[in-house]
């Protein structure tokens, strides 16, 4: 369970973490995700909230220093480094840019070229991590851990373990190469490129890296707290939109009716959110409705967004 409400007179942001989190803490709905048969093991009450501001500053409730694999909330941050190496007009040769109204893990592609919809869903971001640059699957895997940990602003490491469970149950994800591999849309060894794909999926991340890690977009590519620039504004800018068009799959819709601000979610039950201009956001809470997002996390970035009245629109 995570640590109670604690004392912190004069901080209202953190008051209105620990506010939010108390009122959800017992919202029991959804199942972990189980398909990666590791990530079935995590303990389904873990509950953190942070929230980094653009003058470095983090603000947390609950455990936000729990260490949890980032899954698909990895994508938006491969995009950028895809973009950074190629320029928009050449990754968008290779993946779309619109919201695919389908599961992350769909299996339709465009008919013509083969190209998958958008990087946010499994098979546009298996193409974007191939496209990241490096020569052969270690130079690239490499590069993927040094750009996430530039995002975060501290060194990340690989759960090898999860790699491991999701490489070897990773038929689906294996499926989806295979087919673009033969549209053309994804090129090199499919095995490789697999395998760079699921090990960025595998970097354990905490709550507050994420909140640094969106902060970091959400500050048009400069990371708030070591200052580095890690991407350029315009790549930031353009990472910003594809999130929130297609960050939440095939209720990103919904999402920005209700929560108006672009966001990524992933199996491990976490949330990342970008307000431009003035924060991060990291949710981490295990439990997922059926699309794959974490239901603690969703009532949380509703509840953040009304209370703050933070909706864009
Ligand atoms: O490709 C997969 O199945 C996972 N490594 C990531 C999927 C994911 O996080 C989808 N998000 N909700």
Not at 41 to 64: E, K, M
Not at 68 to 85: E, G, H, I, W, Y
Not at 286 to 309: M, T, W, Y
Request: proline share 6%; net charge negative; with cysteine.
């Amino acid at each position: 369970m995570g640590n109670e409400q604690q004392d912190r007179p004069g901080d209202p942001l953190t008051a209105l973490l620990d506010q939010v989190r108390l009122r959800l803490r017992d919202l029991d709905d959804g199942e972990p995700a189980s398909y990666i048969p590791e990530l079935g093991r995590v303990d389904p009450d873990l509950f953190g909230l942070s929230l980094c501001a653009l003058d470095g500053q983090v603000y947390a409730s609950g455990d936000t220093t729990t260490p949890f694999t980032v899954q698909s909330v990895s994508k938006p941050f491969v995009f950028a480094l895809a973009l950074a190496d190629h320029g928009l007009e050449n990754v968008l040769a290779r993946v779309g840019a619109e919201p695919s109204g389908e599961a992350f893990n769909s299996i339709r592609l465009e008919p013509v070229t083969g190209r998958p919809p958008n990087p946010m869903v499994n098979a546009g971001a298996i193409v974007t991590s191939s496209l990241v640059a490096g020569d052969g699957p270690d130079e690239r895997s490499a590069r993927i851990l040094e750009g996430l940990s530039a995002f975060a602003g501290r060194p990340l490491k690989v759960d090898e373990a999860v790699f491991a469970s999701e490489r070897a149950t990773g038929d689906r994800n294996r499926a989806l190469a295979y087919l673009m591999h033969n549209a053309g849309s994804l090129t090199g060894d499919v095995e490789e490129q697999l395998a760079v794909y699921f090990r960025q999926c595998s970097v354990l991340v905490t709550c507050e890296d994420l909140a640094v890690m969106h902060a970091t977009l959400a500050g048009g590519g400069v990371n708030p707290v070591t200052g580095d620039r890690v991407v350029a504004p315009r790549h930031a800018q353009h990472v910003l939109a594809v999130m929130a068009t297609c960050g939440m799959y095939d209720a990103s819709g919904q999402w920005m009716l209700q929560v108006g601000m672009p966001a990524k979610s992933g199996v491990s039950g976490a949330i990342g959110v970008a307000l431009p201009g003035q924060f991060g956001i990291g949710v981490f809470s295990p439990p997922l409705e059926e699309k794959g997002n974490s239901v603690r996390g969703i009532a949380a970035c509703h509840l953040i967004s009304d209370q703050f009245g933070l909706h864009l629109m």
